[in-house]
T-cell receptor
Framework: AQTVTQSQPEMSVQEAETVTLSCTYDTSENNYYLFWYKQPPSRQMILVIRQEAYKQQNATENRFSVNFQKAAKSFSLKISDSQLGDTAMYFCAFMKGGMYSGGGADGLTFGKGTHLIIQP | AAGVIQSPRHLIKEKRETATLKCYPIPRHDTVYWYQQGPGQDPQFLISFYEKMQSDKGSIPDRFSAQQFSDYHSELNMSSLELGDSALYFC?????????????FGPGTRLTVT
């Protein structure tokens, strides 16, 4: 079984600042995917960014980027130029599977979440 | 773009009653997942289906059952409801052949057991 740990229950930064959310995981799998999901007050789960473990290049999506360190089993999320609308719970998630294997219907394992507050 | 549809959005039941939650995946998506999120908790995976067959199973209680139908919609049946079943229930969908298997979540059904 795999575990996902988010050690920062809550973070608060000023608008326009850069913030990094931490995530570590433990697994015996060699092929897997990692995700960051955002859950605003509406409770909708929104996919922010994904990373395939077999890719060395860190994923980026506009203001969001990750620092994926496979050997250290670390997967942090960096939000640049933070905006008020970024205020939300952020969940790191793990899913088994890889480029040449299945896993398409495997469930996600989530961390406990980090509550990010962007101050005006 | 079309999203995952869940119904009802809110449901209030009494202890020992039954409840049925419905999920309609994004068009062309063939895989459905169910998650339970208790108050202040992270989502917990319950069960998933691919092409109408159970694919993966998580922490789903024996009182719960689910299935996926020929039109790919899914239903989660919950019996002998307990107070602890009060939670937000998410359905997510994905397309099996589309790596890396991104799961798109519906808005959730908020179940309150009194």
């Amino acid at each position: 079984a795999q575990t996902v740990t988010q050690s920062q229950p809550e973070m608060s930064v000023q608008e326009a600042e850069t913030v990094t959310l931490s995530c570590t995981y433990d697994t015996s799998e060699n092929n897997y995917y990692l995700f960051w999901y955002k859950q605003p007050p509406s409770r909708q789960m929104i996919l922010v960014i994904r990373q395939e473990a077999y890719k060395q290049q860190n994923a980026t999506e506009n203001r969001f980027s990750v620092n994926f360190q496979k050997a250290a089993k670390s997967f942090s999320l960096k939000i640049s130029d933070s905006q008020l609308g970024d205020t939300a719970m952020y969940f790191c998630a793990f899913m088994k599977g890889g480029m040449y294997s299945g896993g398409g219907a495997d469930g996600l394992t989530f961390g406990k979440g980090t509550h990010l507050i962007i101050q005006p | 773009a079309a999203g995952v549809i869940q119904s009802p959005r809110h449901l209030i039941k009494e202890k020992r009653e039954t409840a049925t939650l419905k999920c309609y995946p994004i068009p062309r998506h063939d895989t459905v997942y169910w998650y339970q999120q208790g108050p202040g908790q992270d989502p917990q995976f319950l069960i998933s289906f691919y092409e109408k067959m159970q694919s993966d199973k998580g922490s789903i209680p024996d009182r719960f059952s689910a299935q996926q139908f020929s039109d790919y919609h899914s239903e989660l049946n919950m019996s002998s409801l307990e107070l602890g079943d009060s939670a937000l229930y998410f359905c997510a969908s994905s397309l099996e052949g589309q790596k890396p298997y991104e799961q798109y979540f519906g808005p959730g059904t908020r179940l309150t057991v009194t």
